[in-house]
């Protein structure tokens, strides 16, 4: 799988927006761009994924920039529960079924 | 409450000995992954299980085992254990074999082993 990174730890204020950047720029066309987390003592839970439109859902917003080698997840409102590990992670539809997780960023939410 | 139910919570065992962990999937999901997740290695991918036949491997050590029964529940057979496998292991399970297109894995909580 190409490879991704991610800053290691970002700080956010609660109830305050929050951008977490990843770069790709190994992405090959038929990578997709997913993004877990995980919360602490828990296993990994899905967040977002998409090919190449922006994405959203009700837990965050998905922006991929139009040369598809980095993008950008938005919390638009973080909370303490936000507070978390975020896996950003390129896979191949055609290369196998398991996802591959880098170190991920560690989102510190502040009260 | 992701749906996949690991067992044992934890689990404490001494160098040498081999243990079982149980995975079952989220009702209806045909495909059980396995990941380790130690501090110093983050979350490795060991193996993929599709309807009862292995579909993927990853950095799983020769001692490890594991397979998917007719249920779909799985198991994950770790044998002459060392220090180093002391780690948290995951399951996770997905509806389709091809998790880009529905893009999600739901992940249990977890095993925590540790080896004395």
């Known amino acids: 799988d190409a490879k991704t990174t991610q800053p290691n730890s970002m700080e956010s204020n609660e109830e305050e927006p929050v951008h977490l950047p990843c770069n790709h720029s190994?992405?090959?066309?038929?990578?997709?761009i997913h993004w877990y987390r995980q919360l602490p003592s828990q296993g990994p839970e899905y967040v977002i994924h998409?090919?190449?439109s922006n994405v959203n859902n009700r837990m965050a917003s998905l922006a991929i920039a139009e040369d598809r080698k980095s993008s950008t997840l938005i919390l638009h409102r973080a909370t303490l529960r936000d507070a978390a590990v975020y896996y950003c992670?390129?896979?191949?539809?055609?290369?196998?079924?398991?996802?591959?997780f880098g170190g991920g960023t560690r989102l510190m939410v502040k009260p | 409450d992701s749906g996949v139910t690991q067992t044992p919570k934890h689990l404490i065992t001494a160098t040498g000995q081999r243990v079982t962990l149980r995975c079952s999937p989220r009702?209806?999901?045909?495909?059980v992954y396995w990941y380790q997740q130690s501090l110093d290695q983050g979350l490795q991918f060991l193996i993929q299980y599709y309807n009862g036949e292995e579909r993927a491997k990853g950095n799983i050590l020769e001692r490890f085992s594991a397979q998917q029964f007719p249920d779909l529940h799985s198991e994950l057979n770790l044998s002459s254990l060392e220090l180093g496998d002391s780690a948290l292991y995951f399951c996770?399970?997905?509806?389709?074999?091809?998790?880009?297109?529905?893009?999600?894995?739901?992940f249990g909580e977890g095993s925590r082993l540790t080896v004395l």
């Open positions: 998409g090919l190449t």
């Open positions: 190994t992405i090959s066309g038929t990578d997709y």
């Open positions: 009702s209806g999901d045909l495909s």
């Open positions: 992670i390129l896979r191949d539809n055609n290369a196998g079924n398991m996802l591959t």
């Open positions: 996770a399970s997905s509806a389709d074999p091809l998790p880009g297109r529905t893009g999600e894995l739901f």
